[in-house]
């Protein structure tokens, strides 16, 4: 059975206390290969080749390090269809959209903060014929990057490009659910002409390594993304440490749906805003609120569409969605809809595990599933179920819209639609959530900030704030 191993120094090496953790396919539910169980030590390690690797990689300049990325990007593109077939394999999602939206994502990642750290600018702050002053960004050495399981490699190298790019080494440890891609990935670093101790991959559990880095005196940033409970201990144990964070936490999405929108194109896009990947991306809308006077139109010929989406073999060209990412996952979200039935929640469609034959047999999958029924304080409408279930509310005014759209702990990502442009601007401004999308979803410019409000995280990644956040800055005011 494939071995996943830590890269630590340029050295693919086993977990020091020996021990391995079984890796799950999704779609069959078997065990398909071994990854290293590491601990604080094998964090140890990676620490101290950081550290010794710094001094030369900051050195290297901003061109130097931006080619080596470019390199990787460009050997991860050309492996584009292993990639895929791998994320498919450990992530359950159908191979379709890894070809599509992770694999390209990730190595655009790459390319974007490998360029981008070539323009980040310095300001300078001049008062008259007093002083001068400029802001000097430098890296401060060892970055932490955790990263969830719904987009694998997509948001770890979300982290680790920027961190890279601004110089800094990197101590990462991808979800252990889904660590194939970052081992694939870390199989490549030698070739592009990463040095040794540069990128350091620690695979295993969160509460053993993610919990190390955590707490590791000789890291002083960390960016985490996954959900808002682990968000909120990475917060306890760091704050003393007195470290920079960037949290990327969890969601309740809500679509506002008004009666002017377009609506062959908002129902399109809402299909793919409720279950492209299952549900399980942090941007997925997951309570769809409708004006009245298009609320039974809506209903309807959304549950035709979802009715008819395909649930099976990831592997298959026709497939729309694939296997939730775990067992645990799995039952988590059947728990949700029970509940939601058990809150008065009426199933419009799916609410069940779908039982495929075969090789898939014993596979996690559910039916895609529409709820009605359900008021905005019942607790399917307050917690993040992550999986394809959605439900739908109706409003009769542009002032209840937003309050049932701000009515959650939450305040990631929002979609409206709607064809009237002041109304647009309106709601935008009203909307408790780092980012609103008007008559689109999931259409991203990596320049822009990304990040959320309230529960959903501190901080923003993206374009600058993410070199910003991987860089510190200092004032150096020069008197005349
Ligand atoms: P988790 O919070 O369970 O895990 C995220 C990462 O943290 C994993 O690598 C995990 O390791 C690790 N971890 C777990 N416990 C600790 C700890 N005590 N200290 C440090 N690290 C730890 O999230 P999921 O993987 O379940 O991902 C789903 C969540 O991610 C959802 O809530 C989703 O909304 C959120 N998310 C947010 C995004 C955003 O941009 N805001 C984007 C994508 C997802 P292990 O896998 O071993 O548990």
New binding site residues.
């Given amino acids: 059975m494939e071995q996943l191993l830590n890269l630590i120094d340029g050295e693919l090496r086993p977990a020091m206390g020996g021990g391995w953790l079984d890796v799950h396919a999704p779609a069959t539910g078997a065990v398909y290969a071994q990854l290293a169980d590491s601990d604080a030590r094998d964090v140890d390690m990676a620490v101290e080749a950081a550290h010794r690797a710094f001094p030369a990689w900051n050195a290297l300049g901003r061109e130097g390090r931006s080619a080596a990325l470019l390199r990787l990007a460009h050997l991860i593109e050309a492996d584009l269809d292993g990639f895929a077939q791998d994320e498919s394999r450990d992530n359950g999602k159908p191979l379709a959209l890894a070809r599509r939206v992770d694999i390209p994502r990730a190595v655009a990642n790459f390319r974007f903060f490998a360029t981008a750290i070539l323009h980040f600018p310095s300001e300078a702050h001049l008062m008259d014929d007093i002083a001068v002053n400029y802001t000097d960004r430098q890296p401060f050495g060892v970055a932490g990057c955790?990263?969830?399981?719904?987009?694998p490699l997509y948001?770890f190298t979300w982290k680790i490009a920027p961190a890279l790019a601004a110089g800094n080494c990197v101590v990462a440890?991808?979800?252990?659910?889904t660590p194939l891609t970052a081992y694939r990935m870390s199989t490549l670093c030698k070739v592009a002409g990463i040095p040794p101790g540069v990128l350091n991959i620690v695979h295993?559990?969160?509460?053993k390594?993610?919990?190390a880095?955590?707490a590791h005196p000789r890291i002083p940033a960390i960016s985490?993304?996954?959900?808002?409970?682990?968000?909120a201990?990475?917060a306890r144990?760091a704050a003393p440490l007195f470290k920079k964070l960037s949290l990327?936490?969890?969601?309740k999405n809500p679509v506002l749906v008004f009666a002017d929108c377009d609506f062959d194109d908002m129902l399109n896009t809402t299909v793919r805003s409720s279950f492209t990947n299952q549900g399980?991306?942090?941007?997925c809308g997951s309570r769809i609120l409708v004006e009245r006077s298009l609320y039974a139109r809506f209903r309807d010929a959304f549950v035709d569409r979802v009715r008819a989406l395909r649930v099976g073999d990831p592997g298959a060209e026709a497939t729309d969605l694939g296997a939730v990412v775990s067992k645990d996952?799995m039952e988590k979200v059947l728990a949700y809809i029970e509940l939601a039935q058990g809150e008065g929640g009426r199933v419009l469609c799916g609410g069940q595990r779908v039982q495929l034959d075969g090789a898939l047999a014993n596979g996690w999958y559910i039916a895609p599933t529409v709820i009605e029924n359900l008021g905005p304080q019942c607790r399917t409408n307050q917690e993040?179920i992550?999986g394809p279930v959605v439900t739908l509310q109706p409003f009769d005014t542009e002032e209840e819209a937003l309050s049932l759209a701000n009515a959650t702990p939450y305040g990631?990502a929002s979609v409206v639609w709607t064809s009237d442009v002041k109304r647009t601007h309106r709601v935008a401004r009203a909307l408790q959530a780092g980012i609103v999308w008007v008559n689109c979803w999931m259409l991203r410019d990596l320049r822009t900030p990304?990040?959320?409000v309230k529960q959903?995280?501190v901080g923003r990644?993206g374009g600058v704030d993410a070199l910003r956040f991987f860089t510190e800055a200092k004032n150096v005011c020069i008197k005349l």
């Fill in positions: 955790i990263s969830p399981w719904n987009l948001l440890k991808p979800s252990e659910v295993g559990l969160g509460p390594v993610g919990a880095i955590t985490f993304t996954g959900g808002t409970r682990t968000g201990e990475i144990v990327e936490l969890g969601g399980q991306i942090c941007l996952h993040e992550f990631l990304f990040g959320g959903s995280g990644e």
